[in-house]
């Protein structure tokens, strides 16, 4: 496995909230992506909590449980930091209110579990379709769920934005955890809502079988994003199943 990430403040917002990072457990890969929001040094304060207390509490917990428990480690891992920021919150009046979406994904050579709080997302590339592994918690997915608009019309819709679960928002968070195999020359991304506003499932697609190394995915997505206006900060981690080792970029 291969993994690297990226992200870029985009065109239009004056300063990035978006935070990211991953390590290498043993032979396995956990990586996380937060997108913050309550103002710019609120929101950037958040995502910065919420992924730095994420993967370390990950660290600690994957290791006293011998690399098992993995679900039941994420949702303790985002009950943790969803505590932190929402104190952190009620501690400092000018973070009131400040929260984050926050995507995660462990990853061994047999099976990747995710946890998302949000709508930042994850996707999998796998013989030359793209499956989005994650489920929004926002009110434009509430509405395609219930049929009262198209996943098309979502990514227009003026309430795109609007999320209903975050990190930080309340004393207690709900997170979905999810499941996927692994294959060979599969990628696994996980990415802020800024990639997706600017780009659609199949050039996402594109560029995950155009490149084979996680750094290129990444710039190529940024760039693409970019080259789209990226009117919001715009986060990539990209992980390749290989044989051999895992490499940290």
């Known amino acids: 496995?291969?993994?690297?990430?990226?992200?870029?403040?985009?065109?239009?917002?004056?300063?990035?909230?978006?935070?990211?990072?991953?390590?290498?457990?043993?032979?396995?890969?956990?990586?996380?992506?937060?997108?913050?929001?309550?103002?710019?040094?609120?929101?950037?304060?958040?995502?910065?909590?919420?992924?730095?207390?994420?993967?370390?509490?990950?660290?600690?917990?994957?290791?006293?449980?011998?690399?098992?428990?993995?679900?039941?480690?994420?949702?303790?891992?985002?009950?943790?930091?969803?505590?932190?920021?929402?104190?952190?919150?009620?501690?400092?009046?000018?973070?009131?209110?400040?929260?984050?979406?926050?995507?995660?994904?462990y990853l061994s050579r047999d099976a990747a579990t995710l946890l998302n709080v949000g709508d930042s997302q994850a996707y999998r590339s796998s013989g030359g379709k793209l499956i989005k592994l994650t489920h929004d918690h926002s009110v434009v997915q509430e509405m395609v769920d219930s049929g009262q608009i198209?996943?098309?019309?979502?990514?227009?819709?003026?309430?795109k934005n609007v999320i209903t679960r975050a990190i930080g928002g309340e004393s207690a968070v709900r997170?979905?955890?999810?499941?996927?195999?692994?294959?060979?020359?599969?990628?696994?991304?996980?990415?802020?809502?800024?990639?997706?506003?600017?780009?659609d499932e199949e050039n996402i697609l594109n560029y995950c079988v155009l490149f084979r190394e996680p750094e290129d995915i990444c710039r190529a997505l940024i760039d693409a994003a970019l080259g789209k206006g990226a009117r919001d900060n715009v986060t990539v981690v990209a992980v390749t199943i290989e044989n051999g080792g895992t490499d940290i970029g």
């Open 150 to 159: 198209t996943s098309a019309q979502a990514r227009r819709h003026p309430r």
């Open 1 to 105: 496995m291969k993994v690297f990430g990226l992200s870029d403040k985009g065109k239009i917002r004056p300063d990035n909230q978006d935070a990211f990072a991953f390590r290498r457990l043993g032979d396995d890969v956990l990586a996380t992506v937060c997108d913050g929001m309550g103002g710019a040094a609120a929101g950037l304060l958040a995502s910065d909590i919420a992924c730095k207390g994420f993967i370390s509490f990950m660290e600690t917990a994957m290791f006293a449980s011998g690399g098992k428990n993995i679900a039941e480690n994420l949702r303790a891992a985002a009950d943790l930091v969803n505590l932190k920021v929402y104190e952190r919150a009620l501690e400092d009046e000018a973070c009131r209110g400040m929260g984050t979406t926050l995507v995660a994904i």
């Open 175 to 199: 997170s979905d955890v999810f499941e996927s195999d692994v294959k060979e020359n599969d990628v696994f991304l996980l990415c802020s809502d800024g990639l997706t506003s600017a780009l």
